[in-house]
């Protein structure tokens, strides 16, 4: 093969094609560590639009796959490595330009959503979607997958704030959609399209993102719970009432493991615990911080705690985004991310409780528990055949659960590669067939992230 490379080399910069087993191996995985991930004929660094068109054109003259690759920070096996395609790496495309004007980022995929938020604070400005990851994960892998993150139960997630972009089709072509503009109903809905699409029907290489201004200081309320039943039921009642700007939920095992990891004094031994903030300030946040204590503990809270000091709140919100690495600690991970209707919370979190008693796994369960969002984090020994089995039944019954109780596979982590057999049962099969359509009008040659999705 290295006379084809040869002539992709020929078309790029000379440092934009790496063929090296040792540096590429960097590149075969994401946070979900698929091992069903290949090994890449080479690995491609572009810095602008027209290197990833040149990359493209020459995957689709000769037919080689393409995964498009953020920061590698998914977790669903989306941008694991195809054996023998191109690993097209945007960590090099790190632009972002604030127009506080028009209240817009203007942001290359490369970068990390933290770089965003940072270059917005300072023009006084804030972009909402947060990833609990959102220190190392990139804008444009937010975009493939449709991140969220905590506080999207009040602000939404990442394609309420996507504008335009510039995307790069399977055959090298680019189209420019949006821009900013806060209306624009021209055309099909192309823009939407893209948005967690997960590269498979094309690369985003710019992005314009909306920019709301800065949050206030938030009130935050933390309650701990005997059960996770009634966290859950809990949570029921705050949204019934009102929408806060975060309202998280730990269980036991969690809360647990974050205590092991790094030590934050949370109540180890609590069934559950619910972080909430309010960030409407003054005499307004007062109000919701109490509708959100009265909740808590008409359904038995053990403890309610609250603070106005910001920086106090901040640490409640570093242990909760801490739970994953906390847990992965613990053994090797197979994550979830299903979702219910916030009335089915309590269904869907007693029985990812049942099938953990069922399969003796170990399932530590976290949740956007506002929006109904858990990721329920499935625990088992790799090097043990019969734990593998155990994990891989529990894992894909939690699935099952969530379509049973009309929910959905993924809330934000995307279908990647460890998902894709059970979206069929979700979506059936007249939307798994319009999807098809549509991917194979796109991508004719099917060389774009193959085996992601569909």
């Known amino acids: 093969m290295t006379a084809l490379l040869d002539t992709l080399r020929a078309d790029l910069p000379e440092d934009a094609v790496t063929v090296d087993p040792a540096l590429m191996d960097n590149y075969r995985y994401d946070w979900a560590r698929d091992p069903a991930a290949g090994v890449p004929l080479a690995v491609v660094r572009p810095r602008t639009t027209a290197e990833v068109q040149a990359t493209m054109r020459w995957a689709a003259a000769n037919r080689i796959p393409v995964v498009p690759r953020g920061a590698g920070s ?12 191109i690993v097209l790496s945007m960590d090099r495309m790190r632009s972002v330009v604030i127009d506080p004007a028009s209240r817009v980022a203007i942001v290359e995929p ?37 991140a969220g993150g905590l506080c999207c139960v009040k602000y939404g997630v990442t394609t309420d704030y996507v504008l335009g972009m510039d995307v790069v089709l399977a055959d090298g072509a680019v189209v420019r959609l949006g821009g900013a503009r806060l209306k624009d109903v021209a055309g099909l809905s192309l823009l939407k399209l893209f948005v967690g699409s997960e590269g498979t029907l094309g690369v985003v290489t710019r992005a314009v993102l909306r920019l709301v201004p800065a949050q206030k200081p938030p009130s935050t309320l933390v309650a701990t719970f005997g059960t996770v039943a009634a966290a859950a039921e809990a949570v029921v009642a705050i949204t019934g009432q009102l929408r806060p700007a975060m309202l ?29 903030q309010s960030d409407v300030g003054g005499a307004a946040a007062v109000n919701e911080i109490a509708v959100i204590a009265n909740a808590c503990k008409a359904s038995g809270a053990r403890e309610v705690f609250s603070t106005d000091d910001p920086a106090e709140g901040e640490a409640f919100a570093v242990a909760r985004r801490a739970a994953f690495p906390a847990i992965e600690s613990r053994g090797s991970l197979m994550l979830e991310d299903v979702g219910v209707s916030i009335p089915l919370l309590p269904a869907l979190l007693a029985g990812i409780e049942d099938i953990a008693a069922r ?92 085996g992601a999705v569909l």
Not at 74 to 85: E, F, P, Q, T
Request: overall charge negative; some cysteine; charged content about 20%.
């Open 110 to 146: 490369g970068a990390l959503n933290v770089e965003v938020k940072a270059a917005a604070r300072a023009h006084g400005l804030w972009y909402p979607p947060d990833p609990s990851s959102f220190e190392i994960c990139s804008i444009g892998g937010n975009i493939a997958t449709n």
């Open 74 to 85: 998914g977790l669903s096996g989306g941008s694991s490595a195809v054996a023998g395609g």
């Open 248 to 276: 998280e939920l730990m269980d036991g095992a969690s809360i647990n493991a974050v205590e092991d990891h790094i030590s934050m004094g949370l109540d180890r031994s609590a069934g559950a615990l619910l972080l909430a």
């Open 359 to 450: 399969n003796d796994i170990e399932i530590p369960t976290v949740a956007h528990a506002g929006d109904g969002n858990t990721h329920p984090i499935v625990v088992y020994n790799a090097a043990d055949p019969e734990s593998v089995a155990r994990a891989r039944l529990a894992f894909d019954e939690i699935m099952a659960l969530a379509i049973a109780l009309d929910g959905t596979i993924t809330g934000e982590h995307g279908v990647g590669r460890l998902k894709k057999d059970h979206l069929p049962a979700q979506l059936g099969p007249e939307a798994m067939a319009l999807s098809h359509r549509i991917k194979d009008a796109l991508d004719p040659l099917g060389i774009l992230n193959p």
